[in-house]
């Protein structure tokens, strides 16, 4: 046995508890997060005027309930958070092994806090700031040794439970072992994407993505394009989010974004891009007046009487957004291959074309000449801008695709012509004619060092089993048992199969289905267990549906009744196969996919999923074993009582279509059993799941016997169902045909019109979900709404 | 026939459900405290005389099931040859009881009887703890039986045109004239204050330890509400209605007793009677407008007992909703100014079947108080029924 106590190596035992230093809508998010994960949290803020002393503190905390997208992963999460104050509870910081600050980014204030609070921090504890701006080393002056050692920065973005990146930032004084530490905590408790950043200003990721918003700021400025024109530009595509440049601006807030700039053009006063470190004079205008962005109501953008307008950069008016890029600069965007399309772009002369080029280049400049200053490697800078901007691919990805001695010469030639935003040459390792990218096989390229970088090899990374993948590096092996259309199996070591579909969203049509009995039969032959696993999210859409309504509408229902029959054997075949299967679960796993889910002998989840079965949403109730699956779970939530208040718990998700907004919502709501594992990694979920499905191995697994007593709430359930049914449809809060869908579905989770109490066997159920499933698929209404979410992705309400 | 008296009614306060004083206090234990009053304050009664007692409950089950007027009479010490029976006419039961218990005497099988109203909205729900409709109610297109109480409101809201504005106003005024009736003392004579007990868990001596508080006041009447704010509330029964939380009743718990006596009653007991019970009726309507139901039976009641609209002093129409009570106003003509002149069950709550019960009271000491001769207590009952008594003040 190790020396070490286990305390010491595990951080999930290791922080219990923490405290949060400012209770602002960082501090209290990160609260939410850490709260999220399981950890008690006192949540610090000045003390209140009233007697209540805390109440500035439970006040946040209230008001987690009520942020969009909500910050809670579950409401019941608040109550690990405790409201406290700096001046009656500081003893209680005793007791946290971690103490996170986000107080207001003013040195001083910093600095007075930690000078406070350092006689009853413990000697073990680690201080953790989550400053944006302020040097790390000006922080730590006025510590002593021991103090220093456990301090460093912990960068969170904002909203910090969706954003994935945490900077962890270092100072001269600090442990490595707290570094090491806090990325394994940080990655596996807090499931975050950890990069290590330097002490610089901006540290990576708001440093490469300020500018890259400078920039585009600049060169619209220079090629005279318009905010909404340049936000059509500038978002999906070149790889970047729907909100672009000018709506993520409205998002953070003009005046945030100004504050950020203005600490740049102060703190890298010797940067060659400092001449760009200032505000173009109309945006500077809006701070000026107050139009903030959303939270002001108006910033670049406002919305009047539903009608979003832009602000006209010459005269300050409003006038509606419309503007559309060209449609020969749309054309070019189009383009999938990146070395062609950066071709396109810098070989038109459109100036929409010109300005993107130019906007490019830039960025990538910046980012090779600032490279060695920032951070270890490129790999740092890319996953930064993937994982705090919502990037597809950072700068030196898309540099790298695009060719990078292609890239490397246009960026030189507008460096000699006096184009670029700044007059330096680019590095000689990035002009190098010999290089090809930054990333490969041996690692990132580090340009400190000179040489490159293999991964971070830290011991919390064997738990990513397929780890997130740079441009250019080499994928993980996956060994196929099987592929063919739909799907793909592999094999992950230990005899322990995964099958991944390789549909679009993962939906489940005709060939993932195939493909399911087809994987089953090989891995019951040759594996111990089988994972049902998506490498990135969706677990799955659910079914097929534009394949559904093509057979529909050309073969009728004498066509669909098969397939609806054969899903149903599909599920059956997962949940009655002799190998444990287990669901790997992140992102959505809605109708379909949520009824293979259901099926499945265990599930693990990424604490983002979003789990629902939602068929009512298409004018359609679950058909492929899911109405079952309630209906066994209703009885077995039931306990030997009365099933009926079950039964109206799982009525209400499937009839009002209610998706989770987290696992831990959805275990709550009963798609994941009680003990199910929720991983907060979406990349751990593999590792969990193989441990997962192999302990069920070990331990003597043998599938599930068919039932066939399910107690049901037969015709007095349906009745109660219908009436509450009734109420709504005579309030005019669902329509007719809302209304028949819910009749239908309460006939089918009562398990029909039988006597209360009445035992059913699996397959009457099944056969009421076919009829009641196929019955609807031939209304007018359904095949309404089937179509229209195909073709706005929303759904319709008829 | 001979002629039954109301000799005393008395009633507990009336908390609000399901967070208000009596959450967690045992309907069955506050019937027991208005039995107990009730013969605490006519001590010349020998309790053994009680010849039954009938008590209105519309949810009668679980803590107020098994028969809880048996239950409560024993409970409040009265001799074990006391029967006790539980009656159900929804929001009616109250009333109900009085006018069986009324009839008791009145046909000469008693000379005194006990008449009461039950309900902890609380610790019962409305529609019980576990509703089992008839799935025939669908099929026999009945489904009117199916309507929660605030869709038929909107439906009678819908017939008689009445509106949000007029809604919210009648809300308002049930308010003032509660919080005006209640700073005048209107309530003090029947009230029997309660003390609540809450028995509470005290880990540092493990043992279970008890909170005491006294209630003396109705917990309903707000005087921090208006028609703006009542104005910002949200129709709950309809996506486009216009019946909110601050228009309808209130859910309630409360209790309430009444003492009958004939004629032979009163001299053998030297008691002094407050008034006379003149009669009763019950109408039904069709469910989905169960609202519009004393529209039916005070014209009856009226025919009935030989007397005319204009006679009535004193109206106790409950308000179920603002938009029922405004719409039997309406339809009968009925004079503001006399209906719910302390207030009504928007402000003072609705403990189902207690309130026949609670507003006979209401009735009988406010005529007395005030010298007036005839009062009528009326309400409109789920599933589609309208009921009417009505009392003369005497002495």
Redesign the interface.
């Known amino acids: 046995m190790s020396a070490e106590p286990i305390l010491a190596l595990d951080p999930r035992r290791a922080i219990g508890h923490a405290a949060v230093l400012g209770a602002g809508v960082m501090g209290a998010q990160i609260a939410a997060l850490l709260a999220a994960v399981g950890i008690t949290v006192d949540l610090f803020e000045l003390p209140g005027e009233g007697a209540e002393r805390s109440a500035p503190a439970r006040r946040a905390i209230e008001a987690l309930g009520e942020t969009k997208p909500p910050a809670l992963a579950e409401p019941s999460c608040a109550r690990r958070i405790r409201p406290a104050n700096y001046e009656d509870d500081l003893d209680r910081l005793r007791e946290a092994p971690l103490v996170i600050e986000a107080v207001v980014e003013r040195e001083s204030v910093k600095r007075d806090l930690y000078a406070r609070i350092a006689p009853v921090l413990a000697e073990t504890a680690i201080l953790a700031t989550n400053t944006s701006g302020i040097p790390l080393h000006r922080l730590a002056e006025g510590m002593d040794t021991a103090r220093a050692a456990r301090f460093c920065g912990l960068h969170f973005f904002n909203p910090p439970r969706y954003m994935h990146l945490l900077e962890l930032v270092p100072q001269e004084r600090v442990d490595p072992a707290v570094l090491d530490f806090l990325e394994g905590f940080a990655t596996t408790v807090l499931g975050k994407g950890v990069i290590r950043a330097r002490d610089t200003v901006g540290f990576v990721g708001n440093r490469v993505g300020v500018f890259a918003v400078l920039s585009v700021m600049h060169n619209a400025e220079r090629f005279g394009l318009a905010p909404d024109l340049v936000d059509q530009l500038t978002g999906p595509g070149v790889g970047r989010p729907k909100s672009a440049t000018f709506r993520t601006l409205d998002l953070v807030g003009l005046d945030v974004f100004a504050h950020v700039v203005e600490t740049f053009a102060r703190c890298a006063a010797d940067d060659p891009w400092h001449g760009t470190y200032r505000l173009p004079a109309w945006v500077e205008a809006l701070v000026h007046r107050g139009a903030l962005g959303q939270k002001t109501g108006a910033g670049v953008y406002r919305k009047r009487e539903r009608v979003i307008e832009v602000v006209d950069m010459a005269t300050l008016e409003y006038r509606p957004a419309e503007a559309r890029p060209d449609p020969q600069v749309a054309e070019i965007l189009r383009i999938q291959d990146p070395a062609a399309k950066f071709q396109a772009l810098i070989h038109s002369e459109h100036p929409q074309a010109r300005f993107l080029a130019a906007t490019l280049a830039d960025l990538y400049h910046f980012c090779a000449w600032h490279l060695g200053e920032i951070a270890d490697s490129a790999r740092e800078v890319d996953l930064a801008m993937r994982w705090g901007y919502g990037w597809r691919a950072g700068p030196f990805e898309s540099w790298q695709a695009a060719g990078w001695p292609q890239v490397a010469g246009y960026i030189t030639g507008r460096v000699e012509r006096g184009e670029a935003l700044a007059a330096v040459a680019l590095p000689d390792w990035a002009r190098d004619p010999r290089r090809r990218g930054v990333h490969g096989p041996q690692g990132s390229w580090s340009a400190r060092l000179g040489r490159d970088l293999p991964r971070p090899d830290h011991p919390v990374y064997r738990r990513q089993l397929v780890p997130e993948r740079l441009l250019g590096e080499p994928p993980v092996p996956k060994p196929t048992l099987l592929q063919q259309p739909g799907i793909h199996l592999w094999d992950l070591g230990d005899r322990v199969a995964v099958l991944e579909f390789t549909s679009y969203m993962h939906s489940i049509g005709s060939e993932v289905i195939q493909g399911v009995f087809e994987a089953l039969e090989l891995a019951e032959r040759d594996c111990r267990a089988l994972i049902l696993w998506q490498e990135e999210p969706p677990f799955s859409v659910g079914a097929n549906l534009m394949e559904f309504l093509a057979a529909l509408e050309e073969d009728g229902i004498e066509a669909v009744a098969p397939m609806v029959e054969r899903f149903q054997r599909a599920s059956l075949r997962l949940k009655h196969s002799p190998l444990p299967v287990v669901a790997a679960v992140q992102g959505m796993a809605l109708g379909g996919g949520c009824e293979f889910l259901l099926h499945c002998d265990a599930r693990v989840a990424a604490l983002e999923s979003y789990v629902g079965l939602v068929e009512a949403g298409v004018g359609l109730i679950p058909a492929g074993g899911g109405c079952k699956e309630v209906a066994l779970r209703c009885e077995a939530e039931s306990h030997g009582g009365d099933v009926f208040p079950r039964v109206r718990h799982w009525f209400e998700l499937l009839g009002m279509a209610r998706t989770s907004g987290s696992a831990l919502e959805a275990r709550r709501w009963g798609f994941l059993r009680a003990h199910e594992p929720v991983v907060p990694h979406a990349r751990e979920l593999l590792y969990v799941a193989k441990a997962h499905a192999l302990a069920l191995y070990e331990a003597g697994y043998r599938p599930p016997e068919r039932r066939e007593d399910i107690r049901v709430a037969g015709a007095t359930g349906i009745a109660n169902l219908r009436a509450h049914l009734a109420n709504l449809l005579r309030g005019g809060f669902i329509s007719e045909h809302d209304h028949e869908i819910g009749v239908r579905l309460a006939t089918v989770l009562c398990g029909g019109e039988v006597d209360p109490g009445t035992r059913v066997d699996e397959d009457w159920i099944l056969a009421l979900e076919r009829r009641h499933f196929l019955a609807l698929a031939q209304t007018d209404k359904t095949q309404a709404r089937i179509q229209h979410t195909l073709t706005t992705g929303k759904p319709l309400r008829n | 026939m001979e002629a039954a008296y109301i000799v005393d009614a008395v009633r507990t306060p009336v908390g609000k459900a399901p967070r208000g004083v009596f959450s967690a206090t045992r309907p069955d234990d506050l019937l027991v405290h208005v039995l107990r009053g009730l013969l605490a304050r006519n001590a010349a009664l020998d309790p053994g005389a009680v010849g039954d007692v009938i008590c209105g409950c519309a949810m009668p089950e679980a803590e107020q099931g098994l028969n809880v007027a048996r239950i409560a009479l024993l409970l409040a010490g009265l001799p074990e040859t006391v029967p006790g029976v539980t009656v159900n006419r929804f929001c009616a039961s109250g009333l109900e009881a009085v006018a069986i218990a009324s009839d008791r005497v009145r046909s000469g099988q008693a000379d005194i009887a006990i008449a009461a109203g039950v309900e902890s909205m609380s610790l019962v729900p409305m529609g019980g703890n ?6 025939r ?2 099929e026999d297109d009945q ?1 009117g039986i ?3 109480m ?2 038929t409101a ?2 009678v809201a819908e017939r008689f045109a009445v509106d949000r504005e007029a809604q919210d106003a009648f809300a308002l005024e049930s308010h003032r004239r509660a919080l005006a009736a209640r700073e005048r003392g209107e309530f003090d004579a029947e009230i029997l204050p309660v003390e609540v007990v809450h028995r509470v868990p005290d880990p540092a001596q493990a043992v279970c330890v008890e909170r005491r508080r006294a209630i003396s006041h109705d917990e309903g009447p707000r005087a921090d509400t208006s028609l703006e704010a009542l104005a910002r509330l949200r129709p709950v ?5 216009t019946v909110t939380a601050g228009n309808s009743s209130q859910r309630s718990d409360g209790a309430a007793a009444v003492l009958v006596a004939s004629e032979r009653g009163l001299r053998r007991f030297g008691l002094q009677p407050r008034a006379r019970f003149l009669g009763y009726t019950v109408v039904g309507v069709a469910p989905e407008v169960m609202g519009i139901g004393p529209i039916e039976a005070i014209p009856r009641v009226l025919e009935r007992t030989g007397l005319k609209l204009e006679q009535m002093d004193w109206i106790e129409l409950n308000e179920a909703f603002a938009a029922q009570s405004l719409a039997v106003i309406a339809k009968l003509g009925l004079p503001r100014e006399r209906v719910n002149p302390l207030g009504g069950a928007i402000a003072l709550g609705h403990p189902l079947g207690a309130t026949g019960a609670i507003r006979t009271a209401t009735l009988v000491h406010g005529l007395q108080r005030h010298g007036r001769r005839y009062g009528m207590v009326t309400m409109c009952v789920g599933t589609g029924m309208g009921a009417a008594g009505v009392f003369e003040a005497v002495g």
Do not use: M, Q, T
């Not at chain 2, 576990?130 to 799935?135: E, I, K, Q, S, T």
């Not at chain 2, 029964?237 to 209605?241: N, S």
């Open positions: 576990r509703p089992a409709y008839n799935l109610i669908f489904v199916a309507y929660g605030g869709i909107e439906i029964f309809a996506a486009k209605g």
